[in-house]
């Protein structure tokens, strides 16, 4: 079965780091792979606040399925951070789409990115070391800024993404990196840039439907037991 996860990782519904994975997807659709689309900004969780419970055993994450400091009421909203890394660790590939704020990823991926903290402790607790990018799920990444200029504008929000990864298994396989972007007019005003990001998601998926890429799928992630 081909399970491909996109993620929209902008706080904001219909910019420009969503018109990509729309691109992406659509190229992926003309070669046979429907991919399924989530938008972080659906789903609520609450950033972690460094307590080390994770540290120890059994290395769950404390806020996990917590009614949010916010929620009110009986439809109260629980934290959902464990919903996504359960999509992401069945995916067979990770596409991941996010705007650039002042030189970083929006606060509400960042907080996902912190939450992944349980997983590093689970990691050094059991002696493992990161595997090697051969053997993890392939990601791909698209990283969108405003700014024009900036010789490292994307350098500090690929190596969290690095960290991210690793311990749920995967990597960056491929990168798309687009400068000068601030609104979707921009964007249509470059068909190049649009027809290669169509392009992008069509070779993935004749790729996938070939099974022209070696898939070595790691271990599904480890479940978070926070009532042990």
């Not at 055993?57 to 996990?64: D, G, I, R």
Request: with cysteine; net charge neutral; proline share 8%.
């Amino acid at each position: 079965m081909n399970n491909v996860l996109a993620l929209q990782c902008s706080p904001h519904a219909g910019g420009v780091s969503d018109a990509v994975v729309s691109l992406f997807t659509e190229g992926m659709a003309e070669a046979g792979i429907t991919p399924r689309i989530a938008a972080l900004r659906d789903y609520a969780f609450s950033p972690c606040t460094g307590c080390g419970a994770c540290s120890r055993p059994p290395h769950a994450c404390v806020l996990a399925g917590r009614p949010l400091p916010e929620a009110r009421g009986e439809e109260a909203q629980t934290d959902q951070a464990e919903e996504l890394f359960t999509l992401i660790a069945e995916a067979q590939l990770l596409m991941l789409s996010s705007p650039i704020y002042f030189y970083f990823l929006p606060a509400h991926f960042k907080a996902l990115i912190d939450r992944t903290q349980r997983f590093w402790s689970l990691q050094a607790a059991a002696g493992n070391a990161p595997m090697p990018l051969s053997k993890t799920r392939p990601t791909l990444v698209a990283l969108t800024a405003g700014r024009p200029r900036g010789k490292q504008l994307f350098a500090g929000s690929l190596l969290s993404l690095k960290y991210f990864l690793a311990p749920l298994g995967a990597g960056i396989r491929e990168t798309r990196l687009l400068r000068g972007l601030e609104t979707l007019k921009d964007l249509r005003e470059r068909p190049a840039v649009t027809a290669a990001l169509h392009a992008w998601g069509h070779d993935w998926g004749r790729r996938l439907i070939a099974q022209e890429e070696v898939f070595d799928l790691p271990r599904a992630l480890p479940p978070n037991d926070a009532g042990a």
